[in-house]
């Protein structure tokens, strides 16, 4: 079935690092593709998304790009902030899922000063 | 804003109670969710639903039960709490017609003593 594999943390970072967070998709159809954030303390809420191939999704300075031909959708920023630290969560959604989204188990990022 | 509320931020009970945890959401979406949130598990779907009256079991549906009596409100119930259902609950709702994001409540964090 459809599935994402995202990194594993916890990832630790000094402010105005480059961050990339690693994700890969298994999907038989033609997936929509989102990264999620959660801050602590917060449910999820969408960082951003790409419904195609070769689409880049970005928001606050974070971008993913979704790549068919090596089935990822990494997440990067090239200079971190402190409130950038939280869960991210890499999901996706297809035909094949019907109204499922999948996640990933989440990448933990904490940024320091 | 949209909005998906959740009636409890924090929520104690004690073994074999029977717990109510409410999600309303303001965007007239058909779809509702509720998952669990565990460290190093990710988000794992428990129930959907598609339109009121209906539900889906999702990935771990066992000792839950869900209601949605109206469109707007999604209930989920733990007929017996026990110890191992001590978790994060999310609610989430998305438009059903697009493969879109879904929005998600600020969760509650439920113990069972």
């Known amino acids: 079935g459809d599935s994402v594999t995202q990194m594993e943390g916890p990832v630790t970072l000094s402010e105005e690092a480059f961050l990339t967070i690693n994700c890969t998709y298994t999907a038989t159809g033609y997936p929509s593709l989102f990264w999620y954030v959660q801050y602590p303390g917060e449910g999820l809420q969408l960082l951003l998304k790409a419904t195609k191939a070769d689409d880049k999704g970005s928001n606050k300075g974070f971008e993913a790009t979704y790549r068919k031909e090596t089935t990822s959708f990494h997440l990067e920023k090239g200079s971190v902030q402190v409130s950038d630290s939280a869960v991210y969560f890499c999901a996706l959604i297809s035909s094949n899922t019907g109204n499922q989204f999948y996640f990933g188990t989440g990448t933990s990022l904490t940024v320091i000063p | 804003d949209v909005k998906v509320t959740q009636s409890s931020r924090y929520l104690v009970k004690r073994t074999g109670e029977k717990v109510f945890l409410e999600c309303v959401q303001d965007?007239?979406?058909?779809?509702m969710f509720w998952y669990r949130q565990d460290p190093g598990l990710g988000l794992r779907l428990i129930y959907f639903?598609?339109?009121?009256?209906?539900?889906e079991k999702g990935d771990i549906p066992e000792g839950y039960s869900v209601s949605r009596e109206k469109k707007e409100r999604f209930s989920l119930i733990l007929e017996s709490a026990s110890t191992n259902q001590t978790s994060m609950y999310l609610c989430?709702?998305?438009?059903?017609?697009?493969?879109?994001?879904?929005?998600f409540g600020p969760g509650t964090r439920l113990t069972v003593l």
């Open positions: 639903s598609y339109d009121v009256k209906m539900k």
């Open positions: 965007m007239d979406h058909e779809n």
């Open positions: 989430a709702s998305r438009n059903g017609l697009t493969y879109n994001e879904q929005f």
